[in-house]
């Protein structure tokens, strides 16, 4: 240890530690905090009003119009957390098992499924907007082209597809981050392993199921995790592919833009409530804890098991 | 091994002719296709006019032809945005890398009463949804006087950075051995001296890891410009891009310029640091 005079150790320790623990006190801790406290008040635009229990939380859960809204956005949400762990995680498995054989170029493709990471949600979501247009799009052209112009459609315009687009360009966005938490997982299974399992099977879809599967357990939790939280805080793609109301018809809004709108207001209705959306907010942050948490612990214990 | 599975091959239809190999290379190339197409239309899109796009949307357009860009340049504030971005980008990136190692180090190097609480607190914002909190920072920023003012996403961009940058520096700066230290104290070297002499240089490799997990959010956020900046001189490049988008609703060939323009420098650098850019992106989730 060092052989500073207390003092003087325990100014210099404290130099270091105060200031990055006051930013993340102040810009961090303290609005978490005060989201919980404003969801227990009746606020008049900017100014507080009074204390009114669970009142805010009452009128999300159980009041209409709020009722069916908070209804729309949760369920959404749900369709698109499931969605994309068949898509983009369940892929993103498969790829990385793929990768993981080093076939020639598999470098190349690791740098290509990676991509669509570093842009920005912005950018993916006007880029799909644009390739979805009715009829300047690349989708409807080249469906056209093929001679399947019944199958072209406004993908956006349309309460059936709208959801479903924006789960496919999310896919495409995100695929490469599941796909290399995986291949690092498999990239740690000891050959040993691999080598026993060789001479029992050759089946390959076995060796998946049996070792593959079980042995990355560490990464499906994080995976799992990440694309939880990722799917209950879906905000932007929906806000540039849709906008702001999710639309058509609320065919895509998503608890996210709902709380968005409820705590900001918007252009039509120009409702700005921060004791609901704070009670929104509370809600969408504890569930999103408990879910996460749970998933961690048990998850957690599955592997020490392994 | 070759006999067995040769007859194995043989009695499978397309597993049989192509081997199992080449089914999963044909996999991998359809699948970088599919990764890189969208990316090389947006970019050809860009040298087109919206004639071209709408006719001949996959053929191969004349680079030369730069129309959409000098409409960029000229008629917008698409360079504005950029500086923004990069002002904010770099200075929270400073910040973070500059407090974060100062946290790791104390916590890493020195034993304090509180010193695994104050760990946790660090590490107990690494998952929270940061959002969902927008309404008291609004209201904090506003408090504060810095709402449109980039000083607010300075501010919120550097806390939300240092959770992981904490965390992965205190890992890094416990592996590495602490006779050079022990040595110069024997020397009566000052501890500020120690860590500015010794140590950092040895935590370089784990601030550019921590560097590269922070610099990607915070440059492609838009979230928190959308609530914080109004000021339209004052928007960061993902927030611009809206406006830009709104203006030119109609014009495809300038639209799909905008969007390669925001999109080269952050492909440009992954192009060129992937291996870097990949390990310190999935490092968090990689333990």
């Known amino acids: 240890m060092p052989n500073l005079r207390p003092t003087g150790r325990g100014l210099w320790i404290t130099a270091l530690i105060v200031p990055p623990l006051a930013f993340v006190a102040l810009f961090i801790v303290y609005p978490i905090v005060s989201a919980f406290a404003y969801a227990f008040f009746d606020w008049q635009g900017l100014l507080r009003g009074e204390f009114v229990w669970f009142e805010n939380f009452r009128i999300v859960l159980f009041e209409e119009p709020y009722a069916s809204w908070t209804r729309n956005a949760f369920s959404h949400n749900i369709i698109v957390f499931f969605a994309l762990m068949v898509l983009q995680n369940g892929l993103g498995f498969f790829l990385a098992y793929a990768l993981w054989r080093e076939l020639p170029g598999a470098k190349f493709h690791r740098v290509a499924v990676f991509l669509p990471v570093v842009l920005s949600t912005i950018i993916v979501g006007y880029l799909f907007k644009l390739f979805l247009h009715p009829l300047f799009g690349v989708v409807n052209i080249s469906l056209k082209g093929m001679g399947l112009a019944e199958l072209a459609q406004p993908w956006l315009g349309q309460s059936s597809t709208a959801l479903w687009a924006l789960i496919i360009a999310n896919a495409w966005h995100m695929v490469g981050f599941p796909t290399l938490v995986f291949l690092a997982g498999m990239q740690r299974i000891p050959t040993e392993i691999l080598d026993a399992v060789r001479m029992e099977t050759r089946s390959e879809w076995v060796k998946i199921v049996k070792i593959v599967w079980p042995l990355v357990a560490p990464s499906t939790t994080v995976v799992f995790v990440l694309l939880f939280v990722g799917a209950f805080n879906w905000f932007e793609l929906p806000y540039i592919m849709a906008g702001l109301d999710g639309s058509p018809f ?57 | ?209 921590a560097g590269i997990q922070n610099v990607v959010p915070i440059w492609n956020d838009f979230f928190f410009p959308l609530v914080f900046i109004q000021n339209d001189a004052l928007k960061t490049l993902p927030q611009g891009l809206t406006t830009f988008m709104g203006e030119y609703a109609t014009d495809y060939g300038v639209l799909f310029a905008g969007l390669t323009l925001s999109a080269a420098p952050i492909i440009l650098i992954y192009i060129v640091l992937s291996r870097q850019f990949i390990s310190g992106m999935t490092s968090g989730a990689i333990k």
């Not at chain 1, 039509?268 to 879910?291: C, E, K, T, Y």
């Open chain 1, 250 to 306: 609320g065919s895509t809004d998503v608890l996210g833009l709902y709380f968005y709108r409820t705590a900001f207001g918007n252009v039509s209705s120009g409702q700005q409530d921060f004791g609901l959306g704070s009670a929104l907010a509370v809600m969408i942050f504890l569930f999103i804890a408990v879910i996460a948490g749970v998933v961690t612990v048990r998850l957690r214990a599955r592997e020490i098991q392994l």
């Open chain 2, 1 to 209: 091994m070759s006999a067995a599975e040769t007859t194995y091959y043989d009695r499978k239809g397309i597993i049989g002719t192509l081997g199992r190999d080449g089914l999963i290379q044909i996999i991998l190339i359809a699948n970088t296709f599919i990764m890189l197409v969208p990316i090389l239309i947006m970019v050809f899109s860009a040298f087109k006019s919206t004639q071209q796009i709408f006719t001949a949307p996959f053929s191969i357009p004349d680079f030369a032809n730069l129309i959409n860009f000098a409409k960029i340049w000229t008629e917008t504030n698409f360079l504005q945005y950029l500086l923004n971005s990069f002002v904010i980008t770099g200075a929270s990136m400073a910040l973070i890398l500059t407090l974060g190692t100062m946290a790791a180090y104390a916590l890493a190097r020195y034993e304090f009463f509180g010193a695994g609480f104050i760990l946790m607190f660090f590490i107990a914002g690494l998952t929270l949804p940061l959002k969902l909190a927008i309404i008291p920072l609004f209201m904090l920023m506003r408090d504060l006087g810095i709402l449109n003012n980039q000083l607010s996403l300075i501010f919120v961009y550097t806390a939300m950075g240092l959770p992981s940058t904490v965390f992965i520096m205190t890992g890094f700066i416990r592996t590495l051995p602490n006779e050079l230290e022990d040595a110069a104290r024997m020397d009566g070297a000052s501890e500020p001296r120690i860590m500015w002499a010794i140590m950092l240089p040895l935590v370089r490799p784990a601030m550019v890891i």
